[in-house]
């Protein structure tokens, strides 16, 4: 239990490194911003609002009320609208959070997420409310103050649409980037982890088992130790459809991390830690572990049951390995390396590069050493298989519990014990979805907002266009020109920046990338599909007007 704990500290120390704060630091400035979009939005839909209701709001100034009282009922509205929103979010917020302190997002790990907000969290959710429904309410203040209802009445509910870019205009187109940063980023982050899922580690985790045994909590030391690691092979080996069964002291990409040793050049006298080479990776494994694991051998042999004390030192390098300390590649086998304690060991095989650590690190050197040369007290077994992976797991545990009852052990898929290494890369795609979903919603109703504001205002003008011969793609290109020029010049800036945002994505998602034609295009019909699915009401609307109605009203 204390090695779990530790390694569960580990792995929360490894969750939470610099690259994750600065994600973390990005996802709540993008969550302020798309606060503040809403904001615009509502204050945008209040303005096409109080456009629809000039003339009721020219009648009340005409028959005597007051412009404050009209003011104190706009900002009733708003503010009881900011508040039902609050409210809501308020409820949503506190049934996640309670799902949130029974998550275990790494089943392996005994994690608790501590979540127990105080009443200074939910004092700021309604002041952000309350401050909310204030900035969205004062837009529509300007037009009540110049509101002059005589002009309002003669003239219908149709005014001038000012040309020049307002301050409205600048939010939408804001909170139009916005939404497409989300939305790059979160197909970015969508195609980097299914590359993850399905790019070579170096090993292959599908259809293979590991089992981890602490032999040292079952009373084993010294010399019993290789030999308990020879007996559980042999006996796993004999159970059906176990293909092949090998031992590592830790696996790759293990959280957290493995060992490393230094090393030195065969030519190197003074064995001092300034002279050392490089400092690889340094695993402990069973002749056919490399089959275990689906490493691939690219040169010479791999490691037999001979390869014990009473024989030379041998090693299985990586191609990183064998450049860096060997100087070649082709020629590493047969060449020669010294450990810590000047001992030489001689290169026997070549295999793969592959993930160690993280999936994010650059290519590191490795070595693997013969168990029976180098024998370790950790022990993982690798087992492959095409059986069922629970049945397989009730065989291995029976047949180990035959050879030691008190022994202590646990039976996973590696596919499953990858689920600690991938949780970052899932976790940021989780939430750059989710927010590129809120997004795609403020940039429907912010873009809604506007075509619905510009239609309103000018019914009358596009009334005199359709009665005077218009084509139809004249009164669209008359009514919703301006947004979608809002749409085209928001969606440019989001996707540059877009793209600059995922270069700190690249740090946490394995092969997140946005040099991908599928990102840029699913990007630019994203942002089309959402621009059309605004202005479909709006656009429908100054369609159906209808002149002859239209000029009687008036």
């Known amino acids: 239990m204390r090695l779990i704990r530790w390694r569960g500290l580990v792995f929360m120390a490894t969750i939470w490194g610099g690259a994750t704060r600065a994600f973390l630091t990005g996802l709540m400035l993008l969550s302020g911003l798309i606060l503040l979009a809403a904001c615009a939005n509502l204050g945008s839909l209040f303005a096409a609002r109080a456009a629809d209701r000039s003339r009721e709001v020219a009648l009340r100034l005409a028959l005597g009320s007051s412009r404050n009282r009209i003011l104190r009922q706009l900002f009733t509205e708003s503010v009881l609208l900011s508040l039902a929103g609050g409210v809501a979010g308020l409820v949503a917020s506190i049934l996640l959070l309670r799902r949130l302190s029974v998550w275990r997002p790494v089943p392996q790990f005994p994690l608790h997420v501590p979540v127990s907000p105080d009443a200074n969290v939910y004092l700021a959710a309604l002041v952000l409310a309350l401050v909310s429904g204030v900035l969205f309410g004062i837009v529509p203040v300007r037009q009540i103050l110049r509101a002059n209802p005589y002009e309002i009445v003669k ?72 030999a308990m690691q020879r007996r559980m092979i042999d006996a796993i080996q004999a159970i059906p459809g176990a293909d092949s069964v090998g031992s590592v002291n830790w696996p790759p990409l293990e959280l957290p991390g493995g060992w490393q040793g230094m090393v030195y050049t065969d030519t190197t006298t003074d064995l001092s830690p300034s002279n050392a080479a490089a400092d690889p990776y340094l695993y402990n494994v069973t002749p056919d572990y490399f089959r275990a694991s689906g490493t691939s051998l690219l040169a010479g042999r791999a490691f037999t049951w001979h390869d014990d004390t009473n024989a030379p030192r041998v090693a299985v390098v990586n191609p990183e390995f064998a450049s860096k300390i060997l100087g070649s590649i082709p020629d590493a086998i047969g060449r020669y390396f010294k450990m810590r304690d000047g001992t030489r060991v001689r290169v026997v095989g070549l295999v793969e590069d592959g993930k160690y650590k993280n999936l994010t690190e650059d290519q590191q050197p490795a070595m693997f050493l013969p168990l029976l040369q180098s024998p370790a007290s950790w022990t993982w077994l690798v087992v492959r298989s095409s059986r069922d992976p629970q049945q397989l797991a009730a065989a291995m545990r029976s047949v180990l519990r035959d050879i030691d009852p008190g022994m202590v052990l646990a039976i996973r898929p590696w ?92 740090f946490i998602v394995y092969q997140a990338t946005p040099r991908d034609p599928l990102v840029l295009t699913g990007t630019v019909l994203a942002m089309a599909l959402l621009g059309l699915i605004a202005t479909w009401i709006p656009a429908q609307r100054a369609l159906s007007v209808d002149p002859a109605i239209l000029l009687r009203e008036e």
């Open 415 to 506: 596919s499953t014990e990858l689920g600690g290494i991938l949780f970052p890369s899932r976790m940021a795609t989780v939430s750059l979805g989710v927010l590129g979903v809120m997004g795609g919603m403020l940039s429907i109703t912010g873009i809604f907002g506007m075509a619905a504001y510009s239609v309103t205002k000018r019914l009358r003008e596009l009334g005199i266009r359709i009665a005077l011969g218009a084509q139809r793609k004249e009164v669209l290109q008359a009514a919703l020109g301006r947004a979608f020029k809002l749409l085209a010049i928001g969606s440019g800036v989001g996707l540059v920046l877009g793209l600059l945002a995922t270069k700190v994505l690249a």
């Open 155 to 226: 003239a219908g509910s149709a005014g001038a649409f000012g040309r020049r870019i307002t301050v409205r205009d600048a939010m939408l187109v804001v909170q139009i980037a916005i939404c497409a940063v989300l939305v790059t980023s979160s197909m970015v982050a969508v195609r980097g982890l299914m590359r993850s899922m399905h790019s070579n580690f170096g090993f292959e985790p599908r259809n293979a088992m590991l089992v981890d045994i602490d032999l040292t909590a079952a009373g084993y030391t010294g010399e019993r130790i290789p």
